[in-house]
């Protein structure tokens, strides 16, 4: 299956947020930031239960690529660490996602902490 180019101006606004949503551990990576505001990548991946640290990487690359997560990098005694957080479109996406979440509870007619 081919993947859809999600800079092309020509695509469905909604297949591309679709698209992005749609990959493995993405909408987990951003409720994780969204609840920590800011993380490490060692603190995001003992958030994702059974993600290698290759998939978050790539995972994470994807929401810098598009503008969703941010990195910051601090400088400390000849080290660098590196943070990641929910930039301004990542954090429009949070109503969105919580939505999803409620219709999927409701769906699968289980109870949902909101």
């Known amino acids: 299956m081919e993947e859809k180019n999600i800079h092309d101006s020509r ?3 909604v297949e591309v947020i679709a698209v992005i949503l749609g990959k493995k551990w993405i909408p987990t990576i951003i409720f994780s930031l969204y609840e ?3 993380l490490r990548l060692g603190e995001i991946l003992k958030k994702l239960d059974g993600c290698s640290k290759k998939m978050l990487i790539q995972q994470l690359a994807t929401l810098m690529d598009t503008h969703i997560v941010q990195n910051k990098k601090i400088f400390k005694n ?4 590196s943070y990641y957080y929910l930039s301004h479109y990542g954090k429009k996406l949070i109503p969105v996602l919580k939505n999803i979440k409620l219709l999927g509870c409701e769906y699968q007619k289980i109870e949902c902490n909101k």
């Open 36 to 38: 920590n505001e800011e």
């Open 11 to 13: 695509s469905c606004p």
């Open 78 to 81: 000849n080290t660098v660490e």
